[in-house]
């Protein structure tokens, strides 16, 4: 059972228009949302982050939104470039323990892929 | 050079064999996970260690081993490997001091082919 769901294999956008990516989850104790980007051959690189008392974090041209309520999140990239053009994976957090060590427990979705053309 | 790495980058082995994947670490980074990637499945955690005494199972640890043999360093093994064990596997560490941020680093990837 996939508590972290990205429903969208795959995404194709023209360069300079908006990128939504999108993401669902089904835990309720997950409390802080990530997303990484993965270009081929290497390994994925943190993005942007979010907490639940939060529903919209911006970093330059990208914006992270949470409905709770809905159990939804979204990553907006605009304007989008060919750069950008990545798999991206969306992560879940919840609080977990490790003999007696708290941490934040991360649960990735399957990942979805942007192809951003110029 | 890069701050986590991984050896080697790519394998072809055969059913049966044992194999060992090698990380290590330039960060300083006290915790450090092993993952794997599957087409649709995404990204799934094997093990994890938060320092040289500590390992821990993670979702999917059957058929793996770890050893953490010294803070930079931390190797998963497959005693026996098998098809189903092909897959691109990822080395991640991340700071005790980041407290919830949970932000992982990750190495290159090393490619695993059994046949």
């Known amino acids: 059972d996939q508590q972290v769901k990205q429903n969208s294999p795959s995404l194709s956008v023209q360069e300079g228009r908006i990128s939504i990516l999108n993401c669902d989850y089904t835990?309720?104790?997950?409390?802080?949302f990530l997303w990484y980007k993965k270009y081929p051959a290497e390994g994925p690189t943190f993005l942007i982050s979010?907490?639940?008392?939060?529903d919209k974090n911006e970093d330059g041209r990208f914006t992270v939104f949470l409905n709770k309520s809905a159990k939804h999140l979204s990553l907006h990239i605009v304007p989008s470039q060919p750069g950008d053009s990545a798999v991206y994976f969306c992560?879940?957090?919840?609080?977990?323990?490790?003999?007696?060590?708290?941490?934040?427990?991360?649960?990735f979705g399957q990942g979805t892929i942007l192809t951003v053309h110029p | 050079d890069a701050d986590v790495t991984q050896t080697p980058r790519n394998r072809i082995t055969k059913t049966g064999k044992r194999i060992m994947l090698e990380c290590s670490q330039t960060?300083?980074?006290?915790?450090m996970y092993w993952y794997r990637q599957d087409p649709g499945l995404g990204l799934r955690l094997i093990y994890y260690?938060?320092?040289?005494?500590?390992?821990n199972k993670g979702e999917i640890s059957d058929g793996y081993s770890v050893s953490r043999q010294a803070q930079a360093k931390f190797s998963l093994s497959l005693e026996s490997a098998i098809p189903n064990q092909t897959a691109l596997y990822f080395c991640?560490?991340?700071?005790?001091?980041?407290?919830?941020?949970?932000?992982?680093?990750f190495g290159e990837g090393s490619r695993l082919t059994v046949l």
């Open positions: 835990n309720s104790m997950f409390d802080y």
């Open positions: 991640a560490t991340s700071d005790t001091g980041q407290g919830r941020a949970g932000e992982l680093f």
């Open positions: 979010i907490s639940s008392i939060k």
């Open positions: 992560a879940a957090s919840e609080w977990g323990n490790a003999g007696g060590t708290s941490y934040g427990k991360l649960t």
């Open positions: 960060k300083g980074h006290d915790r």
């Open positions: 260690s938060f320092d040289v005494k500590d390992i």
